[in-house]
């Protein structure tokens, strides 16, 4: 009865690398969400996405971050040249159904440092 | 759009002292709100919940929240805390209706229980 599992937990990338963060939502979750915390600062929502479908991703940065959610596996966050401002940890949360209501289920988190 | 705000960035209490973290929201809409804990390097936990009915909530580990639409304020209460309650506590706020599922995060309160 596992939830949410995100991972790597830590991640330490060199400026001008690609970071994968992967989540596996709770079985039987189809609705992927991911936030990024920065120090001091609470979550920060950056998209939301279905099954093959990203639903909303206004909070993702223009450029050098995406995300995916395939039929099969996991979904990715992926930041591509990543620069020290995206040191952050990055949550994943993932829900049964659609609907502000429905209790989303948290991860632990990725914490990405970028040296 | 909606916001949050956490009056308290830290509240250190002594434990079995009744403690009161502020939550006070901004939106145009109606909302759902929620408490959420994170201890240590860990994820999110959802503490308890506002959608609708009684204003007083009542969630796990002995808190309750009073949603109060007058003062749109979602304040979370524990009579007498544990030392075990020291870690950082969110308000968040999603809309209630309009489809969109992501949730809006204060800056969150970091409760410290003192011996």
């Known amino acids: 009865n596992a939830g949410v599992m995100q991972n790597p937990r830590h991640l330490v990338r060199r400026r001008g690398q690609e970071a994968r963060l992967r989540c596996s939502p709770v079985?039987?979750?189809?609705?992927v969400y991911w936030y990024r915390q920065l120090p001091e600062e609470g979550l920060k929502f950056m998209v939301y996405l279905q099954k093959e479908n990203i639903i909303d991703e206004s909070g993702m940065p223009k450029e050098r971050f995406s995300a995916e959610f395939p039929k099969e596996g996991p979904s990715i966050l992926r930041i591509q040249q990543v620069v020290r401002g995206d040191s952050a940890a990055y949550f994943c949360?993932?829900?049964?159904?659609?609907?502000?209501?429905?209790?989303?289920?948290f991860g632990q988190g990725t914490r990405l440092t970028v040296v | 759009a909606q916001s949050v705000t956490q009056l308290d960035s830290q509240v250190p209490v002594f434990e079995e002292a009744p403690v009161e973290l502020r939550c006070n929201y901004s939106?145009?809409?109606?909302?759902?709100l929620f408490w959420y804990v994170q201890y240590p390097n860990q994820g999110l936990q959802l503490l308890l919940k506002?959608?609708?009915?009684?204003?007083l909530v009542k969630g796990i580990n002995g808190f309750e929240a009073e949603f109060n639409k007058s003062q749109t304020s979602f304040h979370l209460r524990k009579p007498s805390v544990h030392i075990s309650d020291t870690a950082e506590y969110f308000c968040?706020?999603?809309?209630?209706?309009?489809?969109?599922?992501?949730?809006?995060f204060g800056k969150g309160t970091k409760l410290t229980v003192n011996p």
């Open positions: 939106s145009s809409v109606s909302v759902y």
């Open positions: 506002y959608l609708s009915g009684s204003t």
């Open positions: 079985k039987g979750h189809s609705h």
């Open positions: 968040a706020v999603g809309r209630a209706q309009g489809g969109s599922e992501k949730l809006v």
């Open positions: 949360a993932s829900s049964p159904s659609q609907g502000a209501n429905t209790e989303a289920f």
